[in-house]
């Protein structure tokens, strides 16, 4: 009778200690990413709270989140709009919407100075 309480026991201690070494396994990447050792990649291109004509102005000037031109992207572009937090998607004097620092659109041009 005892024996066969151990071997319940030990059974039931067992799947206990697999159940915390496969939760470990699973969660430690989640946990990894919590901590920011991921970074987030910005995506600007969220045009649900625009108008029809707010989208195709956007679609007019072919705006796109990376620039594929060199040495032209909207953080070099006079008229962009630096976000108030940095990390955070710009703004566009000419555009609506969320604006990459990365992007491009074929209203581009330089800054002054
Ligand atoms: S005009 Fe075009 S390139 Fe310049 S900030 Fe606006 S979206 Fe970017």
């Known amino acids: 009778m005892e024996d066969s309480n151990r071997k319940t ?3 039931r201690a ?3 200690r697999g159940g915390l ?3 470990a396994t699973f969660s430690a990447p989640a946990l990894l990413a ?3 050792s991921k970074k987030k990649t910005l995506v600007c291109n969220d045009t649900s709270g625009l108008s029809d004509g707010e ?3 956007r679609e007019a000037l072919k705006y796109v989140d990376k620039s594929t031109m060199p040495n032209k992207n909207c953080l070099n572009c006079g008229l962009y709009k630096a976000p108030a ?3 955070e998607c710009g703004g566009c004097t000419i555009l609506k919407g969320p604006i990459h620092p990365e992007g ?3 209203g581009w041009s330089p800054k002054a100075g």
């Open 104 to 106: 491009y659109c074929t």
């Open 21 to 23: 070494v496969a939760l």
């Open 9 to 11: 026991f030990s059974r």
């Open 14 to 16: 067992v799947l206990k």
């Open 55 to 57: 989208k195709q102005g």
């Open 34 to 36: 919590g901590c920011g």
């Open 85 to 87: 937090k940095a990390g």
